[in-house]
């Protein structure tokens, strides 16, 4: 399968802090993105990150990527309650296909 | 708003009925996709979609029938569902050319079939 597998499942945090998020995947990619989706709601595109990028910001987030390890992570600095929603990020293949993990379910508590 | 428009929002069916999902998106986009999201699983690529051809059909049961009449639209005819296929259904458009970009995600269609 060539679906991202995100990491941990569930995070618990207070807002203020650091929220990391990790996803591996098994094939060559072009590009990684990172989703945010609130509950029972549609997703939405966060950031993307180039297979020759090794690093990339948007506002509170930071997301790398190593495609030695197959791995990325997504950084949300100083959380804040709305940021709780569920995380998934999607690889893409040549063949205009986004193959997604199972998502980190982010709780920011007042 | 993500310029994704999905229709009806929630239906619930039974496993006889025939009914069908619809996606509408004015984005100019080419690529068209659905996907089967149930709990605590991956989001489960069913079919694409590129200029109106249907590129990908990933082992999805023939009682999903996907049409995609124009680049604007497409649906998804339901019928002798069975109570697992109770899921959020997602559709997503995106520019057609590979590692362009996003896909833009319509809030989902939430079935149940009893």
């Known amino acids: 399968s060539q679906q991202g597998e995100e990491d941990p499942q569930a995070l618990s945090i207070q807002e203020g802090e650091n929220a990391t998020m990790n996803c591996s995947y098994k094939t060559s990619i072009n590009n990684l993105q990172w989703y945010r989706q609130n509950s029972g709601r549609g997703l939405v595109h966060l950031i993307l990150i180039r297979s020759n990028e090794r690093e990339k910001h948007s506002g509170r987030l930071r997301v790398t990527l190593d495609t030695s390890k197959k791995s990325s992570s997504l950084l949300i600095t100083a959380s804040r309650a709305a940021d709780t929603a569920s995380y998934f990020c999607a690889t893409e293949d040549n063949f205009n296909k986004f193959y997604f993990g199972s998502g980190t379910k982010l709780n920011v508590k007042p | 708003e993500t310029g994704v428009t999905q229709t009806p929002r929630h239906l619930v069916m039974g496993m006889t009925n025939k009914k069908s999902l619809k996606c509408e998106q004015h984005l100019g986009h080419n690529a068209m996709y659905w996907y089967k999201q149930s709990a605590k699983k991956p989001l489960e690529l069913m079919f694409v979609?590129?200029?109106?051809?249907?590129?990908e059909n990933n082992s999805v049961p023939s009682r999903f029938s996907p049409e995609c009449p124009n680049s604007s639209h497409l649906f998804l005819h339901l019928h002798t569902l069975q109570p697992e296929d109770s899921a959020l259904y997602l559709c997503a458009s995106r520019a057609g050319t590979p590692n362009t970009g996003e896909l833009f995600f319509g809030e989902g269609s939430r079935l149940t079939v009893l």
């Open positions: 979609y590129n200029f109106k051809e249907q590129t």
